[in-house]
């Protein structure tokens, strides 16, 4: 594309890197390029539209390995104790389970924290560097750089530029880089409920008629739980539609786990009912088979979306972040220009594999828990539980870790 296409107004920006997108992923790696000491910081851009706020009252896990990964760059330094809930004990759970498959690490799974925690902190830490908040509107490359126009008519060219603007990525659409999408015909919804008589530290994962739910305890003066409930549209709208919402999910989960002798109810605080109030999205499938292209890498939502059974999504999204980290590395190390082609195959190289192995896994274990096969959900509760007495188990759990 020709020069002809920038505007009368149009001023030229450079840099080495730039970063676009202004969710969880976009701001962890703004933080983790800015803590690299081989990256000058008037080098390194970023694309935050003005639309992202901190009002994201959901939670993510971060599994051993990746707190591990960000331990070393003093990420946790500035999160208070107090907000950071240590999961030491997974279990998996459905109806026709004697008992559940409980998977353990040493020292411990993971870490549980709150989005607008995180993004808070984040924000407040990343300064010292160039922000744009006006939307992509186009993007080309040559081989020195890639352009990229902003709807306000700025132009800026960086030799590498790191989309991480979600499973709707213009970027993607804009640099035609192919991809696969599927809807799943169900709705995710999130919330809190209030529990008694729970271990602090266990993370749950139980497989209920409507669907999966994920249970993250919440380290607060309260004995709160968040709960990612993933169910087809219509029951999803006739929950929601319902006044008492809260109690009827509360209901659902005491049934389930009568047995284990825990009891959830609703949060009667009401001067917190519009913080913890329920959210619902769609959940759609997006995989990605070359997040890449040329001077450009998807990264997180980006390149894959997936069902969030496991919590798996975020840590893969971590994990597209550290990779982009190893990679610049090597690059400094062997001189050759961040953009570089090889650097975006390297990239592409290594997490091809563990992308695809996550993607089919979460995919094959939404699809075979929500069949309305009576035979198959006893065949498959049969396989948990022969797991959990075995050894095998093991090497799933090295999987969630990201190991």
């Not at 080098?43 to 971060?62: A, E, G, H, M, T």
């Not at 411990?108 to 709150?114: A, D, H, N, S, V």
């Not at 088979?289 to 979306?305: C, F, V």
């Amino acid at each position: 594309m020709s020069n002809l296409f920038f505007s009368k107004t149009s001023i030229s920006h450079n840099f080495d890197v730039m970063v676009v997108g202004g969710g969880l992923t976009g701001s962890l790696m703004v933080y983790l390029l800015l803590s690299n000491k081989n990256l000058s910081k008037s080098k390194i851009c970023w694309i935050k539209p003005k639309n992202k706020s901190l009002d994201d009252s959901r939670v993510s896990f971060y599994n051993s390995a990746n707190v591990e990964k960000l331990s070393k760059s003093k990420f946790f330094k500035n999160i208070p104790e107090k907000e950071i809930t240590v999961i030491n004990e997974i279990q998996v759970l459905n109806k026709n389970q004697k008992k559940p498959l409980i998977w353990k690490n040493s020292p411990y799974m993971g870490f549980i924290l709150k989005n607008k925690i995180v993004q808070k902190k984040l924000l407040n830490e990343i300064k010292n560097i160039k922000i744009y908040t006006s939307p992509v509107i186009q993007t080309f490359s040559n081989e020195f750089n890639r352009t990229i126009i902003l709807e306000d008519d700025t132009v800026i060219c960086s030799n590498l530029i790191l989309a991480a603007d979600g499973s709707n990525s213009n970027l993607r659409k804009l640099s035609s880089i192919k991809y696969f999408s599927h809807q799943l015909n169900h709705d995710a919804i999130t919330g809190y409920l209030e529990i008694q008589n729970r271990n602090n530290n266990i993370a749950r994962q139980a497989f209920l008629d409507e669907g999966p739910i994920g249970l993250l305890p919440v380290k607060s003066k309260q004995n709160y739980v968040n709960f990612v409930w993933s169910m087809k549209k219509c029951k999803a709208k006739e929950i929601l539609q319902q006044e008492t919402s809260s109690l009827i999910i509360a209901k659902k989960l005491n049934k389930f786990y009568k047995s284990y002798g825990l009891n959830f109810r609703p949060i009667n605080d009401f001067s917190k009912k519009n913080k913890l109030k329920i959210h619902k999205w769609p959940l759609n499938l997006i995989y990605v088979p070359k997040p890449i292209s040329q001077r450009l890498i998807l990264i997180g939502d980006a390149a894959h979306s997936i069902h969030p059974l496991a919590g798996q999504g975020f840590n893969l999204a971590l994990e597209d972040c550290f990779e982009v980290l190893n990679v610049l590395e090597k690059s400094v190390l062997s001189g050759k220009e961040l953009g570089h082609n090889d650097n975006i195959l390297l990239y592409n190289k290594n997490r091809n594999i563990r992308v695809k192995l996550i993607s089919i896994s979460t995919t094959s274990l939404f699809y075979a828990f929500t069949q309305n096969s009576k035979k198959l959900t006893e065949i498959l509760s049969k396989g948990m539980e022969y797991l959990n007495d075995r050894n095998l188990k093991n090497i799933f759990i090295k999987i969630a870790n990201g190991l």
